[in-house]
């Protein structure tokens, strides 16, 4: 690495430089890599644990306790574990058609939101009026098409105009709770303060009313993986994604491409807040989402974008969530900001992961320069190293 | 001679990450002397003297100046031992002019004026016999123009110890002599000078001494005029090579691809292509001569159905008259409307009806060869796009420029490149991975390809390798054209031959080959005709085989009084 210029005439020696400096790595071993993460999420818990002891009522023992009472500690809260879980599959599985495509969807909240509505506006007004089956059956359209159109007016701007789609998902995430909002206001009737409860509109229970929601999510986790990786949508979607210029060039219509991949996104999401609502007959609410679609973001991006990876970072991340609102509840936390903090410097540790994965930091000794290489060192031949 | 030793390298290793650039590098510049660094590509020639300017920092080992030991941490310190470098992509601000971009940075405690810095610049010019404008804003300025510029940036500077990394692989034959006689001029005025390159005939031609590199080892420094061109290229390679062409006879020419009037204007409304016409014909090699960025990429690519046209025709031409349908592949369903359109007749001259037959009866008369067509095919691809140009079944392949970029995706593996081309075919919704596995296979095995395995990013391949697979690819593809921008560019000289071999197989086959190139040596010795193109204009289409290079050249430059010339920095 170069230094920078630090003002230094020729004569001057000595001068300041770190006493290391970093280097790219060429690839880590699996285990290796499985060893910075555990490390990392040792570390994490440690750290949380030592927070925890000294903010809360308790040993930092007990965090660990707590942690597993919240999530395997009952069979409830284990099928809880599971729906969160599920949830947040569907999100992920919603992105990464359109990650993978490297279209950055930062909209998956309003795209599930919309979702949401489009179903609780079905179930409050027809709920109780007309068979359950029928309710059910247009909610589900319904929300499908809510979230299409949430998600493919970004991308048709995309595909026409090469508009940016980071800030356009972005901004239809506030479009969406305006419109949440302004149906409250001129739709609901009477002097409720939040919205009440629908009518109708209930999906059935499988065993109990989780199971379904559960089995759908990782059902489509699953299709999702072949899509991506065996389908011709999905090459289509991995050659866009990689590089625009070969896709034109081999003829693949890239607008086309962008477009079809978003309807998909915005259909499981809509999809989303389908069950969001028809699985307990929730009322509506504006953070209903429960922020998913950018927690979606980072299951999908650590599980580099593989659906199948994906059900192990969406059961890590949900096991934090359930885990930690445990914790604050037997900490004696009043509020949940110990757990935000908890909850961020976990992920923080995770993310960073790939930092110590991509790199590492080599010690200089004084004369400025690094040691020398015991090996004789491999001579530079690309392609041939078996 | 006993020359004194101005810049001593020692026991230099720089690495990067896995892969070792330089090992244990151990070398003498003299002073007053042109010194030739000569390697492959990736031998780690230009890591070398980045490190004596101050753009990499060595792992190990000593850099000596005058005899003390140095520590070159940035280009400034570089600079403050005499020491400038001039890159292979010219590191000047376009919309400054020639004097403001030369005085960029210098700190040397006067004030800033303009003036009295156009008149050292005006000084230098006339002691080495430079031309420049300084009032030329660098976006007017050809690649020549530009590279005088960064040259009298690091004069400027006061360097003795020049690096020129590649200076000629963008000058045309006449620019190159010039340059030469500058480089001699700074020679005898007792400075250093280095230059990079992979070009024999230079080295031959400009150098004092040659220092060899072969993959980031030195292999020996030898005198000039005690060396021939065969025994550096064995000190380059490791091994006895034999480099040379084997250009065969044309055998049958007929028109295929006909072009006509082609114009393009492009978003900075700069005529890129300007009523552009020529012919390329059914096995024959025909070149494509001209500075860097005349128009080279937006003629192939609009060829090609990527790029958008104000005017001009591309006509695809299948003379098949006579000829069985069999011959070229249709699908069914093409076959049975090309017959209800009246296209077809049987051996004896009555017209072809299949109403009331069965697919199975039709089928077998087409195979046998039984049905024939009326008349020649003649496409016009203008405004088709790539998917439309292959339905039509014309057989058009093309070797893009950017590999990595645009022929393939460097993150995929070999099969899954391989299948870029032929992933639409079949109904089902899945893709076969079967088919383009067995392409690789053939491919790895046919063209020698280095690669792990056929499950590796193609981007770890080296970059001979990468253009193996990619020109392999479209070769199978049987083509009819077959177009090839730059396809040797930044190969070692063993997979060039082979690139060279490879179009000239492709020529015997009966294909029509259009070969964009740089080297002129090679165009002249490769191709069968040469279209030479500047500023977006054919300024001449030539015989490949009675042509000199500086005619060549020549037409080159033909417009170059300034009108429509294009400063492309693709180069």
Request: aromatic letters at 10%; glycine letters at 8%.
């Amino acid at each position: 690495m170069e230094q920078k210029d630090n003002q230094v005439t020729a004569e001057q020696k000595k001068r300041f430089e770190l006493p290391f400096h970093i280097v790219k790595r060429s690839t880590l071993p699996l285990k290796k890599k499985i060893l910075v993460y555990a490390i990392a999420l040792v570390g994490s818990l440690l750290l949380s644990s030592l927070i925890c002891w000294i903010f809360g009522d308790g040993n930092p023992l007990d965090f660990f306790a707590y942690l597993f009472k919240g999530t395997f500690g009952t069979s409830r809260k284990f099928w809880l574990l599971l729906l969160e879980t599920a949830f947040l599959l569907g999100a992920s599985v919603a992105l990464i058609p359109a990650f993978k495509m490297k279209f950055w969807n930062l909209g998956g909240n309003g795209q599930i939101l919309m979702g949401c509505l489009a179903s609780y506006a079905f179930a409050y007004k027809l709920g109780g009026k007309m068979p359950e089956w029928v309710l059910l059956l247009l909610m589900f359209v319904s929300s499908v098409a809510a979230g299409i159109l949430w998600a493919v007016i970004p991308a048709i701007f995309k595909a026409i105009f090469n508009t940016n789609e980071t800030l356009f998902t972005l901004m239809m995430n506030y479009i969406a709770e305006g419109v949440v909002l302004c149906f409250f206001a001129y739709w609901i009737h009477g002097q409720d303060v939040a919205f009440p409860k629908p009518n109708g509109g209930v999906l059935p229970a499988l065993g109990n009313n989780m199971l379904l929601t559960i089995l759908v999510f990782f059902l489509l986790a699953g299709l999702m993986f072949v899509y991506l990786k065996y389908s011709k949508h999905g090459y289509e979607i991995s050659v866009v994604g990689e590089s625009v210029n070969t896709a034109k060039y081999i003829g693949i219509d890239v607008k086309k491409v962008i477009i079809r991949t978003l309807i998909l996104s915005g259909a499981i999401a809509g999809l989303i807040g389908f069950f969001l609502i028809a699985r307990t007959s929730a009322p509506l609410d504006k953070t209903l989402h429960n922020n998913m679609g950018f927690t979606g973001i980072m299951t999908s991006w650590l599980a580099a974008f593989n659906p199948l990876f994906m059900f192990l970072t969406c059961f890590f991340i949900a096991f934090i969530n359930t885990g930690m609102s445990q914790v604050q509840t037997d900490f004696g936390f009043t509020n949940n900001a110990i757990s935000k903090i908890v909850i961020g410097l976990i992920y923080f540790f995770v993310i960073a992961c790939a930092f110590f994965i991509n790199y590492k930091i080599v010690r200089r000794d004084d004369s400025g320069q690094k040691k020398p290489l015991k090996k004789r060192p491999q001579i530079r031949q690309r392609g041939t190293n078996k | 001679m006993a020359k004194e030793v101005l810049v001593e390298f020692q026991n230099i290793t720089k690495t990067f990450g896995a892969v070792v650039a330089n090992n244990n590098v151990s070398m003498q510049i003299y002073k007053g002397e042109i010194l030739s660094v000569l390697g492959e590509n990736g031998c780690g020639k230009t890591t070398l003297m980045n490190m004596l300017a101050g753009i990499y920092y060595p792992d190990g080992g000593k850099i000596l100046i005058g005899g003390k030991e140095v520590q070159i941490h940035s280009p400034k310190t570089a600079f403050e031992y005499k020491i400038g470098m001039i890159h292979q992509h010219f590191k000047l601000i376009d919309v400054f002019t020639a004097a403001e971009n030369v005085v960029l940075g210098v700190k040397d405690n006067t004030k800033y004026n303009l003036n009295s810095v156009k008149k050292r610049i005006g000084e230098m010019c006339d002691r080495y016999g430079f031309h420049i404008n300084p009032d030329k804003k660098i976006y007017e300025m050809s690649v020549s123009e530009k590279q005088t510029v960064e040259i009298i940036k690091v004069l400027y500077r006061g360097a003795d110890i020049l690096i020129l990394d590649e200076p000629t692989a963008v000058l045309t034959p006449q620019e190159i002599e010039k340059l030469f006689a500058v480089l001699r001029a700074m020679r005898e005025d007792g400075k250093s000078i280095i230059i990079i390159t992979h070009k024999l005939n230079e080295v031959m031609e400009i150098s004092d001494r040659v220092a060899v590199l072969r993959k980031g080892e030195h292999i020996g420094t030898v005198q000039t005029s005690k060396t021939t061109e065969q025994k550096l290229t064995e000190m380059m390679v490791g091994k006895k090579i034999t480099l040379n062409i084997d250009r065969t006879l044309v055998k049958n020419p007929i028109d295929r691809l006909i072009i006509k009037g082609l114009n393009y204007t492009n978003q900075e409304n700069v005529k890129v292509l300007d009523d552009i016409s020529f012919t390329a014909r059914s096995g024959e090699i025909l070149g494509i001569a001209g500075i860097a960025g005349s128009g080279q990429k937006e003629l192939l690519e609009a060829i090609a159905g990527l790029q958008p046209l104000d005017s001009g025709e591309i006509i695809f031409n299948r003379p098949k008259k006579n000829l069985p349908v069999s011959f070229y592949h249709k699908t069914f369903k093409q076959v049975v409307t090309m017959a209800a359109e009246g296209k077809f007749h049987y051996e004896d001259g009555s017209t072809v009806d299949f109403t009331g037959m069965k697919k199975k009866e039709i089928c077998q008369l087409v195979n046998d060869g039984k049905i024939l067509f009326n008349e020649d095919d003649v496409m016009n691809l203008r405004d088709k796009t790539p998917l439309q140009i292959r339905e039509l079944g014309v057989r058009l392949s093309f070797v893009p420029e950017d590999r990595l970029g645009m022929g393939l995706v460097g993150n995929m593996d070999l099969i899954d490149n391989m299948m870029l081309r032929s992933y639409r075919k079949g109904n089902s919704i899945l893709v076969d991975r079967k088919k383009p596995e067995n392409l690789a296979k053939k491919i790895v095995s046919g063209l020698e390809v280095v690669t792990p395995d056929l499950h590796t990013p193609v981007r770890r391949l080296s970059g001979g390798n990468v253009q193996k697979v990619l020109v392999g690819r479209e070769i199978s593809a049987a083509p009819k054209v077959l177009m090839a921008a730059y396809p040797v560019r930044g190969l070692d000289i063993n997979s060039s031959y082979l690139i060279y071999n490879l179009l000239d197989k492709q020529k015997q086959e009966g294909v029509a080959v259009i070969f964009v190139g740089e080297d002129l040596d090679i165009l002249l010795g490769l191709c069968d005709r040469i279209l030479v193109i500047c500023g977006g204009k054919v300024s001449g289409i030539v015989d490949a085989r009675t042509i000199t290079k500086e005619e060549v050249g020549l037409l080159m430059t033909k417009t170059d009084s300034g009108k429509g010339e294009n400063n492309g920095t693709e180069g």
